[in-house]
């Protein structure tokens, strides 16, 4: 793709001043306009997710942390981290293996009672694909959640058409909560599909809280006699609903991350986003649908992502999560990208150039075409990258 000279002189433009994203939320805060009894389960949503659970609130017996926000704190409350959780599994007959069995595929690190088998997990052995998870920012995921599931096989059947070699593929999953397939939307794989399911997954799993929507306790690397020495751990449903309710209010309800300013090299930044192709999967915006609640009523925003999946080559994970398979990563939305210290779906970058550079597969031809650029394209792209 040859360079255009306009655009270069619109990147080196001395700036005089910079054209802010207007003023809105900022980072952690709730979406503009909610109205008291909205704003109200946002603030005790909040509360919850920030709250230190305990054995007595059915922590454990294996888990990863004791709250929400210590793996979600970057910038503020509901952002990413550094923070990096461990998938495992093998492949078996050709096949992946989850290693269900001794307690795959994600690892609980900690566990209430070590000196009683309580925990924590180890990497069995026979586990011949060990993967990193990096924590993904919540900001924002309301929208997500309301985007109608057609918008984005609509998105899929358009780069079908358009762009073949590098179309998604929608991820339709059974939504736990309601029972229903939907299209997946959510985690590095687009494994679930609504938030609910989303907090009832991340209590069980990341705390070890047993809800309705998953009422069965983690065995410790799955081994059900580890279980029974932990004694005071009650195997009934920990949660009757109303904290997996509560994070759900607090992620409705998030505030998607504020835009930095925009200056000309940033709009030159961007021309140079579209034209090497990183906007055919990155789409810039989507508009949810009908909601009874004006801040997510047919409210278009910015995540730049598509939400569906991709052949990532060598960049996947090896892990099988829902419909996706080894190779297949969900794009990764880039609102945020500024405050973001590590970047990947396993923190391997520590620069945006860098993950541009990893990218493979699907990823691969934009990655091509960034390396063809001159230094002022390059710059204006790391320079909208750095706005998002």
Known sequence: ?????????????????????????????????????????????????????????????????????????????????????????????GAFDPMTERGGSLLQVRGVDPGRGCGPEIVPPEATIIAKRKTTSLFGLGLVDNVPDTTFLDIARAQQARTPEVAGQPSIVKDVTSGRHRLGRFGWKAQVATLMTFAADAYLNEMGITSPTFPKKNLPNGDASRLEQCNGLKSDPEDNGDAVAAFTDFMMFLAPPPRGPITAQVTAGQAVFDQIGCASCHV????????????????????????????????????????AGGRQMRTAPLWGLRVRTTYLHDGRASSVEAAILAHDGQGRGAMREYTHLDDAGKRALRAFLQSL
Do not use: Y
């Open 1 to 93: 793709m040859h360079n255009k000279s306009w655009l270069w002189f619109a990147a080196g433009l001395l700036v005089i001043g910079t054209l802010g994203a207007a003023q809105g939320p900022q980072f952690g805060q709730p979406l503009a306009g909610l109205p008291p009894d909205v704003l109200a389960l946002f603030e005790a949503g909040q509360e919850e997710f920030e709250a230190a659970a305990d054995v007595g609130k059915g922590l454990g017996p294996v888990f990863n942390d004791v709250s929400c926000v210590a793996c979600h704190s970057n910038p503020k409350v509901g952002g990413d981290s550094n923070i990096t959780e461990t998938r495992f599994g093998r492949i078996t007959k």
């Open 284 to 323: 810039r915006a989507l508009t949810t649908g009908p909601n009874a609640i004006a801040a997510l009523d047919r409210v278009r925003f910015e995540p730049f992502s598509d939400f569906l999946l991709h052949d990532m080559g060598s960049l996947g994970d090896s892990i099988e999560q829902g419909a």
